[in-house]
């Protein structure tokens, strides 16, 4: 098994968005889920860490940068 990437103080904060925008019955395997994923897109771009710019890549604009 592949040990944690360290993230940085705005990807948590961006996974924590993500993680509160679930339905609350899959709060947890979603953050699981979006965890592993984006420590999985980083090791694959060759980052030591985790940085919000990963997970924008993996799932779009921040809530707060959304168009209405």
Known sequence: ???PLPWDDEAR????EL??????LVRISAAKRMRD???SEARHQGQESVDAAVLTRLFGLRKTEAVT
């Open 37 to 39: 994923a984006a420590e």
């Open 13 to 16: 904060e961006r996974l924590q």
């Open 1 to 3: 098994l592949a040990r």
């Open 19 to 24: 993680i509160d925008a679930e339905p609350v």
